[in-house]
């Protein structure tokens, strides 16, 4: 006798098991972590078996100061000139077991972790993570951009690889810590316009060698210096990706912060430097669909062929194939908010010939690259094939006209020049 499966999702699981299995956990977590079940809450197991143990709980944070004498704070230029990347004076660690759930927080001292060499992150990719920064903004306040969306995109990434799960507003509550702590000496209020960016992580550590979900798992944050990325002199050149290489495919995991999306691309990124290229431009399938820049999303704006409107376009989140950027979403609900009557915003599968074509056709108005650690990058040329595509930048011949009017809304939100909900004000210690 066959047995008897759960009535509701099991022929759909069936055909669309992966999707099926992450929304289900989602919303578990969802429930079991909204609930009032005492002080304590519950935890969703990563295999699915939810128990009555300690969830993540940002109000059980232990604090250990470090000497805060001991290092100084160096300018930008020098933190960011070195092969290492420089933290501030803390670090928040949790630690997660399949028999205790989460255990207390801890803000301490950076420094290093330690791992047994059979940790499962270190085999078999059990990694995700989160990027987003924290500004000194030109009223003086600290401030973080749409924190909210980062941490529930973090739970997402966490449950796709069989990580516990946590209630994401803990997350974004030890992020506002962490950056309470460290943001009055690493950011101080005469660097106004700068930013520092954040670093959350959740790896499998359980040190037992074979595949399947971790039993134990740390998840830690950092906040550190990094390099402005979003003007290179001339703008980014983009190389699209080579025909025997793929980032992401429909089924698997693009969509979802995991390590294991990165390393494997870093080779033909190398190869594209190599030509003087910045960031491959991932195709995908033999259609050559356009899908993201480097760790970006893209962006190009251009005359539609049939209408003739100025039209914004850029990759849908239906397949799965990209990453949901916190900076896409806020550049596409800011176009359609700010720019209705000038700006047609797109979300659709376009393919590289289409761009080829509006090329030919003098189409093509701008371009460019939007994620964290690029912010809106301008994108001055396209190499696919042999042919050049040269992107206009008809403002001050740095970037398009459009480019720079979201750029600089952004900007205004980021650093408090507006008010805005997306700007969420931290109070400093
Ligand atoms: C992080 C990332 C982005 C940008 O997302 P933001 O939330 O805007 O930082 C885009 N694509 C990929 C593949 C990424 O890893």
Not at 22 to 33: F, M, Q, T, Y
Not at 323 to 334: C, M, N, Q, Y
Request: net charge negative; aromatic share 8%.
């Amino acid at each position: 006798m066959t047995q008897a499966a759960p009535k509701s999702h099991a022929g759909e699981q069936d055909v669309d098991l992966t999707a099926s299995a992450l929304d289900h956990r989602i919303e578990a977590n969802g429930k079991l972590n909204g609930h009032a079940n005492g002080p304590n809450g519950v935890n969703g197991h990563a295999n699915g078996h939810p128990a009555t143990l300690p969830a993540l709980d940002a109000s059980k944070l232990t604090v250990h100061t470090a000497d805060p004498t001991a290092r100084e704070v160096p300018d930008e230029a020098t933190a960011c000139s070195g092969n290492e990347t420089i933290c501030t004076d803390h670090m928040v660690t949790c630690k997660w077991t399949v028999a205790a759930g989460w255990e207390a927080p801890e803000l301490k001292p950076y420094g290093p972790l330690t791992l047994m060499p059979t940790a499962s992150v270190l085999h078999y990719a059990t990694e995700c993570f989160e990027g987003l920064k924290f500004f000194r903004g030109f009223d003086g306040k600290l401030r973080l951009f749409r924190p909210d969306l980062n941490a529930r995109r973090m739970l997402m990434s966490t449950l796709r690889i069989a990580l516990p799960g946590f209630d994401p507003k803990e997350l974004e509550k030890l992020i506002i810590a962490l950056v309470a702590k460290d943001g009055r000496k690493w950011l101080p209020r005469d660097r106004p316009g700068s930013f520092l960016y954040i670093r959350p992580a959740v790896i499998g550590t359980q040190p037992q060698l074979g595949v399947q979900a971790p039993k134990e798992a740390l998840l830690f944050i950092t906040a550190s210096f990094m390099p402005r990325m979003d003007s290179p002199a001339g703008g980014m050149k983009l190389h699209t990706s080579p025909e025997d290489m793929v980032r992401a495919w429909v089924g698997g995991f693009g969509y979802a912060k995991v390590g294991a999306n990165y390393g494997p691309s870093l080779l033909a990124t190398a190869e594209a430097r190599a030509r003087g290229y910045g960031q491959i431009l991932w195709l995908y399938g033999p259609e050559g669909y356009c899908t993201e820049a480097g760790a970006s999303n893209f962006f190009v704006v251009w005359r539609a062929k049939d209408s003739g409107k100025l039209q914004l376009v850029t990759a849908p989140l239906d397949d799965k194939l990209i990453l949901d950027g916190v900076t896409r979403r806020s550049i596409v609900e800011l176009a359609k908010i700010r720019l209705p009557s000038e700006l047609e915003v797109v979300e659709r599968r376009y393919t590289i010939d289409e761009i080829l074509e509006a090329d030919g056709e003098g189409r093509i108005v701008e371009a460019f690259a939007a994620g964290t650690a690029f912010f809106i990058c301008p994108v001055s040329a396209i190499h696919h094939r042999g042919k050049d595509i040269t992107i206009p930048m008809s403002k001050t011949g740095e970037s398009g006209l459009y480019t720079a009017k979201i750029k600089g809304w952004m900007k205004d939100i980021m650093y408090g020049n507006e008010q805005h909900e997306w700007g969420v004000v931290v109070d400093e210690e």
